[in-house]
């Protein structure tokens, strides 16, 4: 897999990466992180520039997040369980990302970019929930800069051998940030429920 990225990233450059960033969040399974570590790694090469190497990327991603929030906004649930399948979105998936959106929608679309399997679902999400499209692209347009900056920079100062950590990587972070904003929401509750108590 490495070999094809690293192939594509020669032969189309800055336009390879915007490609491939664009399809992995409309759904269709590329690499993204892949891509933007060994981005970094063309970086160090002096390959590609920094600066237009973030903006091509995050655009990438911004803007296939954009097609993917007005498909879950104008198409909704069935269509996207009907072929999602095609892409891995199972029902199963898709309620549990649900679950988690419903109650921190700003909060879950910047922390849901760093997550594997639950980044696609996102935009769909935020579509699907009615959830307004300025501020959707705000927190998105900040979490894709964020994501696709520490992913090449990891790219360029640790190298490939970020990918062997990856899924280690993933293996506690994904349960680290469910706990955290549980936490979070309960100690919200809490909150919420004292103030109305005294008054």
Same mark, same amino acid.
């Given at each position: ?16 990466v915007f490609i491939i960033l664009l399809l992995e969040m409309v759904g269709i399974p ?14 160090? !090469?002096? *390959? ?7 903006? %091509?990327?995050? +655009? @990438?991603?911004? /803007? &296939? ?11 909704g649930r069935p269509l996207i369980i009907r072929y999602g399948k095609y892409v891995g ?50 927190? !998105?347009? *900040? ?7 520490? %992913?090449?920079? +990891? @790219?360029?100062? /640790? &190298? ?40």
């Amino acid at each position: 897999m490495h070999l094809h990225v690293h192939t594509m990233l020669q032969h189309y450059g800055y336009f390879g990466v915007f490609i491939i960033l664009l399809l992995e969040m409309v759904g269709i399974p590329f690499p993204a992180e892949t891509t933007l570590t060994l981005s970094g790694i063309e970086w160090s !090469n002096r *390959i590609f520039h920094l600066f237009p190497l973030i903006l %091509f990327a995050s +655009l @990438g991603n911004m /803007i &296939g997040s954009t097609i993917s929030f007005w498909i879950g906004r104008l198409l909704g649930r069935p269509l996207i369980i009907r072929y999602g399948k095609y892409v891995g979105i199972t029902n199963e998936r898709l309620d549990k990302a649900n679950h988690l959106f419903y109650h921190r929608q700003n909060w879950i679309v910047v922390i849901g970019k760093f997550i594997a399997g639950i980044r696609v679902l996102i935009p769909y999400l935020a579509g699907m929930n009615n959830m307004n499209f300025i501020v959707f692209s705000l927190y !998105n347009s *900040i979490s894709a800069i964020i994501w696709v900056s520490a %992913f090449i920079i +990891l @790219g360029r100062y /640790i &190298g490939i051998e970020w990918t062997l950590y990856h899924q280690i990587f993933h293996q506690y972070l994904v349960p680290s940030i469910i706990v955290l904003v549980i936490v979070s929401a309960m100690v919200v509750g809490v909150k919420i429920r004292s103030r109305k108590t005294h008054t």
